[in-house]
């Protein structure tokens, strides 16, 4: 939210006219010069800001604000730890790719209205250099699986688990599918964004904009940092969907 407030009041800075009001001036200047610091406040040792996936984003503001970051920032150590990141294979939803893809062609959404199409170029598709390997005989891996909602005033309180064995490599939605076909009490509904599927309902008990409430997944009692369409759970590994407030 930062990262994207900063692009956002960098580009109203630029367009303020020469010779219009001072104030009004200060006023943005000051406003970035906040948001820049909450920024630059999460930049780690290892060059990641925030978590892997808000870095692309905080790469694209700390890069063309006129504000200085608080803390010193090393673009090529962000850089370097993004690489490494995306060759292990983190960066395969679109939307991260289309988060962190401007940062490492030196561009940020700011360029997009100098971005020219030229008609008749034809990109051609890259094939992958080595083909993905099928799982064949893919051993089973065990989830243990809870559902959770102690907010009262939404319905049924519950907290139920199950164990679901799935093949491994699976995603957690698969687990999510198994449950459901098992115990009714843990099915669920998804809705598509820009970033995938969400799980917007687990047993009836339905997200709310108006509320603020969703499913939060976690690993343990760490929040996950993908959806249920990517993340791999590992053998043994307790995961929780626990219905709260943002
Ligand atoms: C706001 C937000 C939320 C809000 C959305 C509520 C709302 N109605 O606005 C809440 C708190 C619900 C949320 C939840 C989650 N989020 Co979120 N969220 C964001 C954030 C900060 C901004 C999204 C936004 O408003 N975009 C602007 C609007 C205009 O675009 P939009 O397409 O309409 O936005 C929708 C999608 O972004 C979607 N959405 C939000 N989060 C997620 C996560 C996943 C996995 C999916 C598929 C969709 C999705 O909700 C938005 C509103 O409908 C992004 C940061 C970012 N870099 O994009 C993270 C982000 C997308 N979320 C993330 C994650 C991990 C989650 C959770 C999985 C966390 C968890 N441990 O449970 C959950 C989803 C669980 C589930 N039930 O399936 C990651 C995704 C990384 C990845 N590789 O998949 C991001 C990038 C944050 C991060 N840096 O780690 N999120």
Redesign the pocket.
Known sequence: ?GAMATLALTCMYNKIPEGSDEGFKILFSEVLQEVVKNVSMRIKDNGII??I??TG?AMQALSVTPKQPNKEWKCQKTMDTILQEIEQGKFH?PM?IA?ILPSLKGKTYLDVPHVSCSPGVQVQPTLPTQPSPVPTTASNITIIYTINNQLRGVGLLFNETMEISVKSGSVLLVVLEEAQRRNPTFKFETTM???????SSINDIT?S?HERT?????SGKT??????A?YKPADHEHITANFTK?
């Open positions: 939210t925030g978590d996936y808000s984003l939803n991260s988060q964004t820009s970033w995938g599927l969400v799980v997200e904009v969703y499913w939060q997944f976690l929040p996950l940092n993908e959806g249920v990517d943002y």
